[in-house]
Structure formats: structure tokens, C-alpha cells
């Protein structure tokens, strides 16, 4: 049987404060001289698929099998029906902005339904520690071993946001009356809101595998990340209503069309496989309205600057930690990122999975591996 390895609060406390001592939260964004140190927050996990933070300041997060935990308190529940196939089961979890009024807790799973697979989208009570009452508000979305989407984020605008994949249909993504290959957007209580573009869920569409989504903190835009086929995988700023390509146009090849909305940054000469992403609004990290994600098949978190319509900078920021599922800004203002190499596709070290937080060191230039020293105290 795993066992959940959880390190004590105060340990997260002490590095805080030692931090704060060097006086590093001052530094400008941009300041490529500072490394940064990673420290592990929990390990021996299960697939940690998504990352969310209770009002309480406690991380709350899915494990691929269908458990929900809290850090340091552990399971508190376990998803009933949850088919764990290929990249389906658990995968998105949010908590609803109004969190204190309602207590709710909305997640993203895969399930068997009519004799297919399937993902549907519920509303959970968190109470006393354990989730009740599940309420479904969106259902049938096409599943599939692999090609599930699963993120789910509420937006600036109090609305839920929702990334699903072609479920290896490549004609579904083209169809604006399918949820699947789409980003979808709905009210907190399952209904379709004013000015979605077909008056449907479809927010934007012609997608492949979408899986990570932030808002920009300054403009309010939103941004997404895509996996591609092999190659040619995808950051876009997303607009209502735009048409994103796949799979008819492969991002920097063919002409550039009308059509088509053209990727912000594309991956077309190795795989990168970019998954959970979040636009850093801190003060403690060198790294202020970046847009911050991971990869799975290209095993490292990277950062992205993006100003006046234009990418002024993407860059490698960590790697040698393995297969990267999602990113995170806590409350505390520290980057948290969750590993996925026992989804097999990876390859396990001792301890994974693991959830980590990333904070400014005073060493060197150049992007931190997992063989340079976590811990600077």
C-alpha cells in the first residue's frame, strides 16, 4: 500500500520566513540571474492530476484514481463510478470563488455510460471533511482512453471554464454541437450563460487535447495550452467563438489563414506535451505575469511573457523533475507543481508522485535541475 509522506506546516513556515529575510519578493519580474530551489510538499502520491487551494490557505487535489485529498489531513473521498482508463478518471478539480457562501467543490471525471466512455462534470459539498451530495451539471462529454481534457478553472468573470479533448475523433472537434475538442463555459449551477457564441457550452473549439488554463492578471485574457500530434504542440490565447485548427491546420505549417486563430507559441521540433498552466500574479517569485506550465513528455516547467499582443519571452524554467501535470499559484504566493511519472509514461524515482513548491535561492544563473541541492537554508 502507498504511504502519503506529508511534511509538517511549519517546515513550509520556516522556509517562508527565511525567505523573506534575503529580501528577494522586492525583485523585478524578469530577473533571469536568480535560480530557484524546490521543495517537496507531499510524495508517494497517486497521479496528482489537478491542484486547488480551500480559502483556509489548504491545498486541495485529485489523484488520477478518483480519491480527492487534502494536504496534511489526507483522503476525503473517493469518487464513486470513476472509470480509471488510459488518461481518464479524476482529473480536474476547482473550488467555487464564492467557496465560503457554499462550500463547493466541482470536479472532472471519467466514467462508463450507454455502454461508452464518457466525462461528465459535478458539484460536490465539502463537508466536515468529505465531499456529499454530488449534483452533475454537465454529462456525455466523449471519453476515451486517452484525449479527456479534464481541466476545470473558474475565470475573472465567475464562470466555469472546461477543457475536453477530441477523445481521439478528430471530426468531433470540428463539430460545434459536440463537447468534445472544446473549451466550454457554464454558470456555477450547470447552466449555459449569456453570451457563450452558439448559445450553447462551446466557448471555442477545433481543439486536439487541451489541459491547462489561466487568465492573464493584467488584461484578463485567457490562455491555454494543447497537446499536438507527436510534435506541434500549442500555447493560444483563446477568444470566444475562434476556430483553433486541429486537425486541419498544424501550428507553423501551411499558410496562415483567417480561418484559423495561429498559436501564441508552438512546439514544433520536439514534444512538449504542455499541461497545467497558471499566470503568476505574486510578489515572491522574479517571475510577475508569467504564464507558468508544465510538460509531461517534455519533463519540465517552463515560463512565458507575453506583452502587447506579442511573446517577449518563453523559457525554461525548471527541469529534471519528470512528467509535469499541473501548476499552481498558492495563496502564500509560492508556485506549486505536481509530477505524474507513475501514470505510465513516466519513469518513477523514489517518492513519486510529488507535489512541490518552488521559491527564489541565492545561487546562480541557469535553469535548476533536480540533481542541484532543494533545500538552500
Known amino acids: 500500500m502507498r504511504t502519503e509522506i506529508f511534511l509538517l506546516a511549519f517546515l513550509h513556515l520556516l522556509l517562508v520566513g527565511c525567505i523573506e529575510k534575503e529580501n528577494l519578493f522586492d525583485l523585478p519580474p524578469a530577473v533571469e540571474s536568480k535560480e530557484l530551489a524546490v521543495e517537496i510538499v507531499a510524495q508517494d502520491l497517486d497521479i496528482p492530476w489537478s491542484l486547488d487551494f480551500l480559502p483556509s490557505g489548504e491545498m486541495i487535489f485529485s489523484e488520477r484514481a478518483g480519491k480527492v485529498k487534502i494536504l496534511e489531513k489526507g483522503v476525503i473521498h473517493e469518487v464513486?463510478?470513476?472509470?480509471?482508463?488510459?488518461?481518464?478518471?479524476?482529473?480536474?478539480?476547482?473550488?467555487?470563488?464564492?467557496?465560503?457562501?457554499?462550500?463547493?467543490?466541482?470536479?472532472?471525471?471519467?466514467?462508463?455510460?450507454?455502454?461508452?466512455?464518457?466525462?461528465?462534470?459535478?458539484?460536490?459539498?465539502?463537508?466536515?471533511?468529505?465531499?456529499?451530495?454530488?449534483?452533475?451539471?454537465?454529462?456525455?462529454?466523449?471519453?476515451?482512453?486517452?484525449?479527456?481534457?479534464?481541466?476545470?478553472?473558474?475565470?475573472?468573470?465567475?464562470?466555469?471554464?472546461?477543457?475536453?479533448?477530441?477523445?481521439?475523433?478528430s471530426e468531433l472537434a470540428q463539430n460545434k454541437t459536440s463537447l468534445a475538442g472544446k473549451i466550454l463555459r457554464m454558470k456555477p449551477d450547470g447552466t449555459i450563460p449569456e453570451g457563450n457564441p452558439f448559445g450553447t457550452f462551446v466557448f471555442s473549439f477545433f481543439f486536439r487535447n487541451p489541459q491547462g488554463i489561466s487568465w492573464h492578471p493584467l488584461t484578463g485574457e485567457l490562455f491555454a495550452t494543447e497537446h499536438g500530434p507527436s510534435k506541434h504542440d500549442e500555447v493560444n490565447l483563446i477568444k470566444a467563438g475562434e476556430n483553433y485548427g486541429w486537425p486541419e491546420k498544424l501550428c507553423n505549417e501551411g499558410q496562415e489563414s483567417e480561418k484559423f486563430v495561429e498559436a501564441v507559441v508552438c512546439f514544433d521540433e520536439w514534444t512538449m506535451a504542455p499541461s497545467g498552466a497558471a499566470f503568476y500574479s505574486g510578489n515572491r517569485l522574479p517571475l510577475k505575469n508569467h504564464f507558468i506550465y508544465g510538460g509531461l513528455r517534455g519533463e519540465q516547467v517552463r515560463a512565458l511573457l507575453f506583452e502587447n499582443g506579442a511573446v517577449v519571452r518563453d523559457e525554461e524554467l525548471l527541469e529534471g523533475f519528470g512528467r509535469v501535470r499541473d501548476v499552481v499559484e498558492g495563496p502564500d504566493g509560492l508556485l506549486y507543481f505536481a509530477t505524474n511519472n507513475t501514470d505510465g509514461r513516466g519513469t518513477p524515482k523514489p517518492g513519486d508522485d510529488k507535489i512541490s513548491f518552488i521559491w527564489p535561492a541565492i545561487i546562480s544563473v541557469g535553469a535548476l535541475s533536480a540533481e542541484a541541492p532543494a533545500n538552500v537554508l
Request: proline share 3%; aromatic share 12%; no cysteine.
Open 80 to 169: 464513486k463510478g470513476v472509470a480509471h482508463l488510459g488518461e481518464g478518471g479524476l482529473q480536474g478539480i476547482a473550488v467555487d470563488p464564492v467557496f465560503l457562501q457554499n462550500n463547493f467543490i466541482y470536479l472532472y471525471y471519467t466514467y462508463f455510460g450507454d455502454g461508452k466512455i464518457l466525462n461528465k462534470v459535478s458539484r460536490f459539498e465539502l463537508k466536515n471533511n468529505s465531499l456529499e451530495n454530488e449534483t452533475v451539471l454537465l454529462e456525455a462529454i466523449p471519453g476515451n482512453v486517452f484525449h479527456d481534457g479534464g481541466r476545470i478553472k473558474f475565470g475573472p468573470d465567475g464562470l466555469l471554464y472546461i477543457t475536453t479533448g477530441d477523445s481521439g475523433s
